[in-house]
């Protein structure tokens, strides 16, 4: 949370116009820099988020391209940004103002500070609160947009499961990796697949001469996250690419890797750090339960009472499984007196993990509520259980879905840009659709 805070002060420059004009100084004409369907981008937006970045950078400047380059990357990435934002416009995917205060809360606790110290350290790097509360709208809406593509383009089956498991496609364990990404546009010629090599050789020539990977990756690479130095944090060995995988098998950490050719271009990754997986074991609790509602005809007091006599009999050493049984209005376990199988600690709820825990085996718990009504707990026994099996299951459809929506999401994004009419209006900008808009 505190690398995305990060970012979205990194970010928070790429407002709407009508914040950044209030950002800006007041100038008698405001140039626009890229034009994209219906809506623009002015040079006051892009100087403001290009001197976000260098205040960003501003210890380590020299990680930092020429300017021109770092303005052509910023503008990339508002491009993008703004062709996401617009998309989840047309489809429905909005935010609330409700919504955007929670998320804001929820980044300042993970930071260890209050609402009103976010806003102060915002100011303090000459932001705008405003622009700041439209970028974590805009990012979040991104999010959300990515989330229903995915979902709506994205299955995975249990024969695919299986024959990923089957044929040993699981490997345990994670790897912390950066990336550089020199991207080809579709359809590249002979030429332009030997131009992005020999940048991608030099890149790594650079690096091994002493370059620090972070700066490179800011100055040269092409992919969504070059901004951030390229890390793509930790991830499962099943989550990245297979030629990832080969490569960073072969490294340590620290170590860069030489230009791997992918579909799209030419990428280098370097091995930040390595660990492996162990197995995993957890705990199981075998309960029985009785339930009685509260509803409009029996008041919580009601109940209560109820449960309290259920209690005092159980005590008394009448079978809780009868007395579940005779007085449990919990449906799927009234019948069977009451009994909740083997599970994981969590698996019925805060108030069940709570009680549970504290009980030793046979004892019956003390009357506890919830939102539906007053509940006894015997705990029958413990033990623990080796899930590695379910845990290589669970990563395998983990897996696959993550390899599917990376792809898929990168597709509707070539889609999405290839359906813009882009124009850029920097010097020595492209002008034209489509792809300009880069990666």
């Known amino acids: 949370m505190k690398k995305l805070l990060a970012t979205l002060l990194l970010a928070s420059a790429l407002a709407a116009p009508g914040v950044q004009a209030q950002l800006m100084p007041t100038e008698p004409l405001d140039g626009i820099v890229a034009v994209l369907d219906e809506d623009v981008i002015l040079k006051s937006q892009l100087d403001r988020a290009v001197a976000a970045v260098e205040y960003q950078y501003r210890s380590n400047p020299q990680q930092l391209p020429p300017r ?19 998309r989840a416009d047309q489809t429905g995917v909005k935010m609330s103002d409700a919504e955007v205060d929670q998320t804001i809360q929820q980044i300042a606790r993970q930071n260890n500070l209050d609402t009103a110290q976010l806003r102060q350290a915002v100011q303090q790097q000459g932001l705008s609160w405003e622009g700041f509360r439209n970028n974590v709208r805009e990012e979040t809406v991104v999010q959300r947009l990515r989330q229903r593509v995915v979902q709506s383009r994205v299955q995975v089956s249990d024969t695919e499961i299986e024959l990923l498991l089957k044929n040993g496609g699981i490997q345990r364990g994670q790897v912390h990796l ?7 546009p579709d359809g590249a010629t002979a030429d332009q697949i030997h131009e992005a090599q020999a940048k991608a050789e030099d890149v790594v020539r650079q690096i091994n001469e002493g370059m620090d990977f972070t700066a490179a990756a800011i100055r040269y690479s092409d992919a969504q996250n070059a901004l951030e130095g390229g890390d793509l944090g930790w991830r499962g060995f099943d989550e990245i690419p297979p030629a990832f995988v080969e490569a960073s098998e072969s490294l340590q950490p620290g170590q860069t890797s030489a230009p791997i050719r992918g579909p799209n271009g030419f990428h280098i990754i370097r091995v930040v750090e390595k660990r492996e997986a162990a197995q995993q074991f957890v705990t199981e ?39 579940a049984r005779e007085g449990s209005e919990d449906g799927p376990t009234a019948n069977i007196g009451g009994d909740m199988g083997w599970f994981q600690k969590n698996a019925y709820g805060t ?5 549970i825990d504290t009980l030793a085996d046979n004892e019956i718990s003390q009357p506890f509520q919830t939102d539906i009504g007053w509940h006894l707990l015997q705990r029958l026994g413990t033990r623990t259980q080796d899930r590695t099996a379910d845990a290589e299951r669970d990563q395998a459809r983990q897996t696959l879905g993550a ?33 300009s808009a880069g990666g």
């Open 68 to 86: 021109d380059v770092l303005q052509r990357q910023v503008l990339d990435r508002l491009i993008l940004l703004k062709l996401q934002v617009g």
């Open 178 to 184: 950066g990336h550089i990404q020199i991207t080809l």
């Open 351 to 355: 108030s069940v993990a709570q009680v």
């Open 403 to 435: 390899r599917k929506a990376d792809e898929e999401y990168e597709n509707f994004l070539r889609q999405v840009r290839s359906e813009a009419y882009i124009e850029i209006r920097l010097p020595g900008g492209d002008r034209g659709t489509g792809s």
């Open 285 to 323: 609790f075998h309960a029985r339960h009785i339930l009685v509602k509260a509803t409009e005809v029996v008041s919580a007091d009601e109940a209560r009472a109820k449960v309290d006599a259920l209690r005092a009999r159980a005590v008394a050493g009448e079978d809780f499984g009868k007395l």
